[in-house]
């Protein structure tokens, strides 16, 4: 399973979702242009240490992104508040990446048109969206229940 963030705005999103790669052992693909100069302070702080552990893939475009995908890739599965499929509905599998786009504008019609499914976290009627790292951690982590892909637990109480 992978995450990949499509023209990210926020370094501290950026940073966040970089982190939340590493503790899960999860590839991540950033493809720019990002609304921010990489080695933003903001970016650095907010991914520590773990930046460090990360599989990340910068990619030029999205073109490059598509181009550059290993095969056989797996599906497309964008997080979007348009999305048909309530998230914990959604039968995930191994392969899938998870795409997360910009905090300010989502993706183009051509990124929705691309994806092999969308999904949501519903909300309330009145709330727009969520934080893009907020969304990816809760989907994520349904997409890892599912799966199976969460981090072996030994030595951790069930009762805890």
């Known amino acids: 399973m992978r995450l990949a963030l499509y023209q990210p705005d926020i370094p501290q999103n950026t940073g966040a979702l970089l982190r939340l790669a590493a503790c899960f052992d999860l590839g991540l693909d950033v493809i720019e242009p990002c609304g921010f100069v990489w080695d933003d302070r903001h970016l650095k702080r ?3 240490d773990y930046t460090l552990l990360a599989r990340m893939i910068r990619h030029l475009s999205w073109e490059t992104y598509l181009a550059t995908r290993p095969e056989p890739a797996g599906r497309l599965v964008l997080l979007t508040t348009r999305g048909a499929v309530p ?3 959604f039968r995930f599998q191994p392969g899938d990446t998870l ?3 910009r905090e300010s504008c ?3 019609e051509s990124v929705h048109d691309r994806a092999d499914a969308r999904v949501v976290v519903p909300l ?3 709330a727009r969206s969520l934080n893009v790292v907020t969304a990816a951690a809760m989907v994520l982590s349904e ?4 799966t199976g892909g969460y981090p072996p637990d030994e030595g951790l109480s069930p009762d805890a």
Do not use: E, S
């Not at 997409?143 to 599912?146: D, F, G, N, S, V």
């Open 46 to 48: 907010a991914g520590m």
């Open 87 to 89: 998230h914990h509905h």
């Open 99 to 101: 795409l997360l786009g």
């Open 106 to 108: 989502g993706v183009p």
């Open 124 to 126: 309330v009627p009145a």
């Open 143 to 146: 997409a890892l229940r599912q």
